[in-house]
């Protein structure tokens, strides 16, 4: 059976200032399957980065499970929780990239407590950063680098471990048209029989490449539709 | 009372543990009754997210206890001794509590029991994403809480009852016990020869029951696992009876000198620290072993770590009868070949 990242009645509540509770998300389902890759758009505020935070495991659902592989991986314990989301590659919205460290030494920060040999580790990171036709800038410190070079950066952070989910966060909301096309044809290439990518998009350029998204969705006030 | 820095260490180590298990115990309580595994309701979602801070309570809570009980131990033992007037070892400070120091300790010491089979069940629970032992765990910690109360309010009102203004009689509490040759030779009526050979006996037969569960398979591990634990059990006072009155005297060099504390002084080289803890692994391990093969039976995810865990505990006894019968004997056979004769 093929892998499959299911979202089951998902329910998302925050607390107001006044004390109220606010529904982010109400009562999302839906299915990923792995070899396809999802687009979900949405306005702004729609809780597109929330739902991926709660896939990606980082958020527990106020309400609702996440099943991978038919476990419910989100009401898992800490310790738990964790090792699964060894699995998991994230695109953050904002790149996060730590300032003191080297563009290489950011990107092979996942995979340091997984790899041994520090030439392999070396080795993997130039391989994410060339793929995304960056190499060029390995040494160079992450302050340095322009918004658009800090997104790329990211993308070969998470993609870095060869995860079995690639979730993106506006991956070319920072990109010019080259960065743009650089970071699509590298999801492109990204796309495997095994492997289920989720990508939250307001960039009308990722939603117009008709072949890259297999099934989008919208987000919209809490709500999410597959589109047709 | 007396303002002497090690009691004041205890009181504040017992008050955080009192505070951090009446925290997790709230928890408790909603898990005995409202957990629901396989709902994903926004209730049990929350539940589950607190059990896991309820865990993480109650190992500080454990933390807390189990460091100020060895503060307190190390006070009566070692510190305490020179503060009271008369008192030489812990039984002149115990004297000094009017009785309540023992009834502290036995409380102390009932906890830890309970909080470390908690430990156990805990250590296994996590080991499995779907947590099934949570409901079960939440039941022994709610078990907990009243011993753990009169644990505490037990040991504050000791240390409230001690007078260092009026002087006690140590010795002459271990010494009052004989009016006569025939009484300090025996121990609850039975002469101390006969507890020598239920000693012996008992330790062969745990021994034996040791190996039986080390070899057996669940299901039939619990049956052996029971054996070792009810011996274990039986072991343990009987052991306690017969290293205060037959085989402290080879450290002491006196007859007669039936007092369990006076092992812990430094002019006996602290020996009664090791003494009592491979005392407290039997005790401890026996139920542990018996336990974790009832868990091997009753949950099947769990067959191999409670199984493994299980053997543990088997091994542990093992080496901890060994050790401690290699404590006592060894004193006893270096001084009959040096003066040729026994102590009785």
Known sequence: ?228 | MIWHPLLIAVLVGDLLSLLLLLAAAKTAFKIAIEWAPHSAASRQIRLERAAETGALTTRFALAAFFVASLVLIVAITNVLPAVIPGAMCGTGVLQATDGLGGRALFYRFLVLGIIYIWLILEKLNILRPDRPLTQRNARVLLLVLPFHLLAVSTTMQAVFRIDTHQPVDCCAVVYDQFRNLAVAQQTAGIPNTLWLWIFWTLTILLVFSGLQAWRAKPPGRVKAAGWMALLALLWVPAAAVVLIKVFSAYYYQVLHHHCPWCLFLSDHKFVGIPLFFTLAVVVLEGPTSFITAKIAVTYPQFVQTATRRSQIAGLRILLATIAFIGMVALPAIFWRLQFGVWIR
């Open chain 1, 1 to 228: 059976m093929d892998s499959a990242l299911v979202c089951q009645d998902i329910s998302l509540l925050r607390r107001g200032w006044e004390g109220s509770q606010r529904a982010v998300l109400k009562n999302v389902s839906a299915v990923f399957k792995a070899g396809q890759v999802a687009i979900i758009s949405g306005p702004t505020g729609a809780g597109k980065s929330t739902l991926l935070h709660i896939l990606a495991g980082l958020l527990r659902p106020s309400q609702g499970q996440v099943l991978a592989d038919n476990r419910p991986v989100s009401r898992w314990n800490t310790a738990h929780r964790d090792r699964w989301r060894r699995k998991v590659g994230i695109v953050f919205q904002h790149p996060r990239l730590l300032n003191e460290l080297t563009v290489l030494e950011n990107v092979i920060l996942p995979i340091i407590p997984r790899v041994s040999s520090i030439a392999r580790l070396r080795q993997r990171g130039y391989e994410a950063l060339e793929s995304l036709g960056i190499s060029h800038l390995a040494g160079q410190p992450g302050f340095a680098l322009s918004g658009g070079e800090q997104q790329r950066v990211s993308i070969a952070r998470a993609i870095v471990s060869q995860p079995e989910i690639l979730i993106a966060d506006e991956p070319t909301a920072h990109q010019d048209e080259t960065g743009a096309a650089a970071i699509i044809h590298r999801l492109t290439e990204w796309k495997r029989p095994n492997t289920i990518t989720i990508i939250a998009a307001h960039d009308a350029r990722l939603r117009r490449h008709s072949d890259f998204a297999d099934r989008q969705f919208e987000l919209r006030c809490g709500g999410l539709k597959e589109l047709q």
